[in-house]
């Protein structure tokens, strides 16, 4: 009765470790911040990451997919956010990675909100059943004034005195 008992355990092991193997495919991604990027970036700025993809596996990975994705991680405001405006590099396709191959790619994004964020780079197989994913890289975007006194300042006080320099000039040549 425990060979039996002891038997469908080995069994069951096999077939659990099989399919783990199986379904983690044969691609890594890393995921870095760029050199040149700013240590305290804020609103405005433009950050680069850097991806590097790699088949660790035996075989070729076909039709390769990878996507960069973007996180607000605020307490209380945690959402994923629409690119459309953060980054206009969205995803890159890769047809045949080899084995050993690695595909670096550059994701460049410019910085719309203040806030928390992390960032993932995913990627996907063409006949794969699951998704990798790079570590997270986090990053925190400072606030920048959208109204500066140096540039509304000269706007305030000299459309007023613009218009009474020309009320005076147009006076004074009246009579």
Avoid at 92 to 106: R, Y
Wanted: glycine fraction near 8%; proline fraction near 8%.
């Amino acid at each position: 009765m425990h060979r039996i008992g002891f038997l469908f355990l080995a069994v069951w092991l096999m077939f659990s470790c099989g399919a783990a193997w199986a379904a983690s495919g044969p691609l890594e991604i890393t995921l870095v911040p760029d050199a040149s990027n700013p240590p305290s970036p804020r609103m405005g700025d433009r950050l680069k990451f850097l991806s590097v993809i790699r088949n660790t596996g035996g075989r070729p990975a076909q039709g390769v997919v990878a996507w960069i994705s973007l996180v607000q991680v605020d307490p209380g405001r945690e959402q994923p956010m629409d690119l459309e405006d953060w980054s206009a590099h969205k995803a890159v396709t890769e047809a045949v990675v080899s084995p050993g191959q690695e595909v670096t790619v550059e994701w460049p994004m410019r910085l719309i909100q203040s806030g928390n964020y992390r960032v993932v780079v995913s990627a996907v197989e063409r006949q794969a059943s699951n998704v990798v994913t790079s570590p997270f890289a986090d990053f925190h975007v400072r606030r920048k004034p959208t109204v500066e006194s140096n540039r509304i300042l000269p706007v305030a006080l000299g459309i007023p005195g613009g218009i009474l320099a020309l009320m005076g000039w147009r006076r004074y040549h009246r009579s």
